[in-house]
């Protein structure tokens, strides 16, 4: 089954806005969840993480919000810019597992002048 | 950040030939992992390595796979004989602890003909 859905492929926005990329969970044991960026043909490079002992973590223009009994996270980007045009990818893992992640199918975004 | 790289970028063998795929993981850290992307799907786990051992494989993780890493060399996968829906792009990453905070190489794609 699929164990960490995104919802959305596709995603554009305009340069400046806010923009929100979701992330839904099936397992209960999962309490560490990321959210890489990969551009074609480049590494997936970790963007920001949260362990499940908070609901929300802040870097910069970038925000992880975890809500646990929803089986949800998100990222929040602000002040969006054509650089972050990218593939976006969210993963969870559990450290009862030895880390192994599961990721999502990635949300390809766009961010447009 | 750090950087795990990944040899080579592209290869293409037969059917039943064996191959290799190259990881050089960053330099200090201890777990290291597989993870396979077939067009079109998600990243999936398939091996992680600690101490010299497997922790823990997928199904995907089939007999004619293997790990190693001889004397802190290379972290590699071989796939021996190759079927051709070990077609895939191959994804190395490390850790520095058991924890999750995984980083990626730009991955290894294989194409069985």
């Known amino acids: 089954g699929q164990q960490v859905k995104q919802s959305s492929p596709s995603l554009t926005v305009q340069e400046g806005g806010i923009l929100i990329l979701n992330c839904d969970y099936e397992n209960d044991m999962f309490d560490y969840f990321a959210w890489y960026k990969k551009y074609p043909d480049n590494s997936p490079t970790l963007l920001i993480s949260?362990?499940?002992?908070?609901d929300k973590r802040e870097d910069g223009r970038f925000t992880v919000f975890l809500n646990k009994s929803g089986k949800h996270f998100s990222l929040h980007i602000t002040a969006s810019q054509p650089e972050d045009t990218a593939v976006y990818l969210c993963a969870a893992g559990a450290s009862s597992s030895f880390s192994k992640l599961v990721f999502g199918q990635g949300t390809s975004l766009s961010v447009v002048p | 950040g750090p950087k795990v790289l990944q040899i080579p970028s592209h290869q293409i063998i037969d059917m039943g030939q064996m191959v290799t795929l190259n990881c050089d993981p960053v330099s200090n850290h201890l777990y290291f992992y597989w993870y396979k992307q077939i067009l079109g799907q998600q990243m999936e786990f398939l091996v992680n390595f600690y101490n010299g051992k497997v922790m823990e494989k997928s199904k995907l993780f089939k007999d004619q796979f293997s790990v190693e890493r001889p004397d802190g060399s290379y972290f590699t996968l071989k796939i021996q004989p190759t079927a051709l829906e070990d077609s895939a792009v191959y994804f190395c990453?490390?850790?520095?602890?058991?924890?999750?905070?995984?980083?990626f190489g730009p991955g290894t794609r294989l194409t069985v003909l």
């Open positions: 990453a490390s850790s520095f602890l058991g924890g999750v905070e995984q980083y």
């Open positions: 949260v362990r499940s002992n908070v």
